[in-house]
């Protein structure tokens, strides 16, 4: 079976949401046993257990997946080179290509190894806080262990708010932040290969690919050509300005370009001269950009519902609040709910509505 990345990819989402599912569980464990330092510890080992586990099959991941992105896109910069006239290579894959992928494996592991460390410091917070009130320490709050819990749990299911922060101080869940790793990762692979293999055939000029709708950051540079050694002085040096990919989540790749090839090419040319920084879109290309957008927004807060009313500890409260917010999201589009989620809210509406 040919791979899949985008299956690849949601195969990961899946295993870090269910990493956040087991988290959850535990921060809701029922309280029968009390709230011994024993049980506490044992708790708070099984999350850690759990972060772990994350890591270990992450790297498993990064180790095949990634390789097997930049494998498959040199392999394919290679049949292009190669229709372009550009000579096959002769040698296998290369150590240059061998420590690109070490490298960008390396960095992906690093920054998802920093999302699980965060989110295993924000619950050792919690406990440390109900050690010490335990001993008699009153907190600052004055908050009780179960209203901590509550706010954590709050904070978790309904703000969707898993518990990284990047550099940029956006909040990230675990399985949003893992898609969104992945996803960039992998686009800077194939964009890693692209590079190192048209340097290796001797192909000096790479072309972005063109996305509609895209946004305000991308549109500049779509459809340029760039000189990668910077001495074909017809088109701009590829670098930080214009390094693929340009954002997060970011969809634009690579691909050799020859300009012998091209019937556009001065059009080409003077198009990859112009502004890094215009938003040339029209008003029609915003909107549709916006709707995209928009409807990404729409999906991911159905989601977050969703996994409220999944959860079979999740207090009843929460639940409530996540089939109205769930309900709510249908009657402001205007669309009618899918029979799966119109049984997956029907029992907390109707408890909502005897209140």
């Given at each position: 079976?040919?791979?899949?990345?985008?299956?690849?990819?949601?195969?990961?989402?899946?295993?870090?949401?269910?990493?956040?599912?087991?988290?959850?569980?535990?921060?809701?464990?029922?309280?029968?046993?009390?709230?011994?330092?024993?049980?506490?510890?044992?708790?708070?080992?099984?999350?850690?257990?759990?972060?772990?586990?994350?890591?270990?099959?992450?790297?498993?991941?990064?180790?095949?997946?990634?390789?097997?992105?930049?494998?498959?896109?040199?392999?394919?910069?290679?049949?292009?080179?190669?229709?372009?006239?550009y000579p096959k290579?002769?040698?296998?894959?290369?150590?240059?290509?061998?420590?690109?992928?070490?490298?960008?494996?390396?960095?992906?592991?690093?920054?998802?190894?920093?999302?699980?460390?965060?989110?295993?410091?924000?619950?050792?917070?919690?406990?440390?806080?109900?050690?010490?009130?335990?001993?008699?320490?009153k907190l600052v709050?004055?908050?009780?262990?179960?209203?901590?819990?509550?706010?954590?749990?709050?904070?978790?299911?309904?703000?969707?708010?898993?518990?990284?922060?990047?550099?940029?101080?956006?909040?990230?869940?675990?399985?949003?932040?893992?898609?969104?790793?992945?996803?960039?990762?992998?686009?800077?692979?194939?964009?890693?290969?692209?590079?190192?293999?048209?340097?290796?055939?001797?192909?000096?000029?790479?072309?972005?690919?063109?996305?509609?709708?895209?946004?305000?950051?991308?549109?500049?540079?779509?459809?340029k050509v760039y000189?990668?050694?910077?001495?074909?002085?017809?088109?701009?040096?590829?670098?930080?300005?214009?390094?693929?990919?340009?954002?997060?989540?970011?969809?634009?790749?690579?691909?050799?370009?020859?300009?012998?090839?091209?019937?556009?090419?001065?059009?080409?040319?003077?198009?990859?001269?112009?502004?890094?920084?215009?938003?040339?879109?029209?008003?029609?290309?915003?909107?549709?950009?916006?709707?995209?957008?928009?409807?990404?927004?729409?999906?991911?807060?159905?989601?977050?519902?969703?996994?409220?009313?999944?959860?079979?500890?999740?207090?009843?409260?929460?639940?409530?609040?996540?089939?109205?917010?769930?309900?709510?999201?249908?009657?402001?589009?205007?669309?009618?709910?899918?029979?799966?989620?119109?049984?997956?809210?029907?029992?907390?509406?109707?408890?909502?509505?005897?209140?």
């Amino acid at each position: 079976m040919a791979f899949n990345e985008e299956l690849a990819i949601r195969q990961l989402i899946a295993m870090y949401r269910a990493g956040f599912q087991d988290i959850i569980e535990i921060l809701i464990d029922k309280d029968a046993r009390g709230l011994s330092t024993r049980h506490q510890r044992a708790l708070l080992g099984n999350v850690h257990q759990i972060l772990f586990a994350m890591d270990t099959e992450a790297d498993l991941w990064i180790q095949d997946v990634v390789g097997k992105v930049y494998s498959s896109t040199t392999s394919d910069i290679i049949t292009t080179l190669v229709d372009m006239g550009y000579p096959k290579p002769t040698d296998s894959f290369s150590r240059v290509h061998q420590r690109a992928v070490d490298v960008i494996g390396q960095n992906m592991s690093g920054n998802l190894k920093n999302a699980t460390q965060y989110v295993g410091r924000r619950v050792d917070d919690v406990f440390r806080q109900v050690g010490l009130e335990q001993t008699g320490k009153k907190l600052v709050t004055g908050a009780s262990w179960q209203e901590m819990k509550s706010n954590l749990v709050e904070d978790m299911l309904s703000k969707g708010q898993t518990g990284f922060v990047d550099k940029l101080g956006r909040e990230w869940r675990l399985d949003s932040y893992a898609e969104m790793v992945a996803r960039t990762t992998t686009r800077e692979a194939a964009s890693t290969a692209t590079i190192n293999q048209c340097i290796k055939s001797g192909c000096d000029l790479v072309q972005v690919s063109t996305h509609y709708p895209t946004c305000h950051l991308r549109v500049p540079i779509q459809g340029k050509v760039y000189s990668l050694s910077g001495t074909d002085k017809r088109y701009p040096a590829y670098g930080e300005e214009t390094r693929i990919p340009v954002h997060p989540n970011c969809r634009h790749v690579l691909t050799p370009y020859n300009r012998e090839l091209d019937l556009n090419a001065e059009k080409v040319e003077k198009h990859s001269n112009t502004s890094l920084t215009e938003d040339t879109r029209t008003e029609q290309e915003k909107a549709a950009y916006k709707d995209t957008q928009d409807q990404a927004r729409i999906a991911n807060n159905k989601r977050n519902a969703r996994e409220t009313l999944y959860t079979p500890s999740a207090p009843e409260e929460d639940k409530i609040k996540a089939a109205k917010r769930l309900d709510g999201i249908y009657k402001r589009t205007g669309g009618r709910p899918t029979p799966r989620d119109a049984k997956l809210m029907k029992p907390y509406i109707d408890a909502n509505a005897k209140k």
